[in-house]
């Protein structure tokens, strides 16, 4: 997932497989099928991808308002 930002708190869930995200400054955080997550709405732009060439499966759930967007595309 390219460079983003969120305005609202996001819950993660890692179903299968390996994700990582890279929030800018900050270290990498991997998380494996079973691992929760949360992202809040003042986490600096981030990226989100596989860890490996494998799958990976995440559910996300969105706790926001009518007309807000859920994710912020940034080019940096």
């Known amino acids: 997932m390219p460079l983003h930002s969120?305005?609202?708190?996001?819950?993660?869930?890692?179903e299968e497989g390996t994700i990582v995200v890279k929030i800018?400054?900050?270290e990498d955080f991997t998380y494996t099928?079973?691992?929760?997550?949360?992202?809040g709405p003042k986490t600096p732009k981030h990226?989100?991808?596989n860890a490996?060439?494998?799958?990976a499966?995440?559910?996300f759930a969105a706790i926001g308002a009518k007309d807000?967007?859920?994710?912020?595309p940034s080019e940096r």
């Open 6 to 14: 969120h305005p609202i708190p996001l819950v993660g869930n890692v």
């Open 24 to 26: 800018q400054e900050m």
């Open 33 to 39: 099928a079973g691992d929760f997550f949360i992202v």
């Open 47 to 49: 990226t989100m991808g």
């Open 52 to 55: 490996k060439t494998d799958n």
């Open 57 to 59: 499966i995440v559910w």
């Open 68 to 72: 807000v967007p859920i994710k912020i």
